[in-house]
Each structure stands twice: as structure tokens, then as C-alpha cells.
């Protein structure tokens, strides 16, 4: 894990109020346009993030970069750097790898 990059992010997303699965199915839309590199903050209320998106990255790809300082008490903020070849999670479960064609 590298050291949180606290720069300006290429991209924020907002999953206040969203737990796991709905954070993941609107991150994983929201960064399909985004080239390899590009940083990403992710703001979320989830109590499990600190779990979740570290064993995310790990199961796509995607450099977990750490809880990013945030001057607001309501939620937090961690950040992510993409890949240039992510591993494809099914269209409904961000958990578990797509099929591969044979």
C-alpha cells in the first residue's frame, strides 16, 4: 500500500449513506471511464470500508491508497489508484469475479 495521496483526485465519488454493495456497484461506474493511474477519492459513512475497499482493490487490481484526512466528522475519506488491467466483477456482484470466455 502506498502513502495516501492527498492531491486533488481525478475523480470523487459520494457513497454517503450507501453500504458496502451499493458503494462498490456506483464506484466501479463511476471509474469505467477512467484511465490507468487516475486517483480516486471515495467519501462513505460505511463502517466496513476500512475492510471493504482494501479487499476490493486487492481482488481487482486497484492500488488501495489509504483513509485520506477529511476536515468533516460525518463521514470519511479513502483513496484508490486504477490499474491499467482490472480484474472484471459481475454486473450485480462486485464481490466475485466475471465469468471468463474460454
Known amino acids: ?59 481487482t487490481g486497484h492500488e488501495y491508497l489509504g483513509r485520506i484526512p477529511y476536515e468533516a466528522t460525518d463521514r470519511e475519506v479513502y483513496a484508490l489508484r486504477l490499474t491499467s488491467a482490472p480484474v472484471q466483477t459481475r454486473p450485480d456482484r462486485p464481490w466475485h469475479p466475471a465469468p471468463t470466455a474460454d
Open 1 to 59: 500500500m502506498s502513502a495516501p495521496d492527498t492531491a486533488a483526485p481525478d475523480l470523487t465519488v459520494d457513497g454517503t449513506g450507501l453500504l458496502c454493495v451499493q458503494l462498490l456497484l456506483r464506484l466501479r461506474a463511476r471509474i469505467a471511464h477512467l484511465p490507468a493511474g487516475a486517483v480516486v477519492h471515495i467519501h462513505t459513512t460505511d463502517p466496513a470500508a476500512p475492510l471493504d475497499l482494501p479487499a476490493w482493490c486487492h481482488l
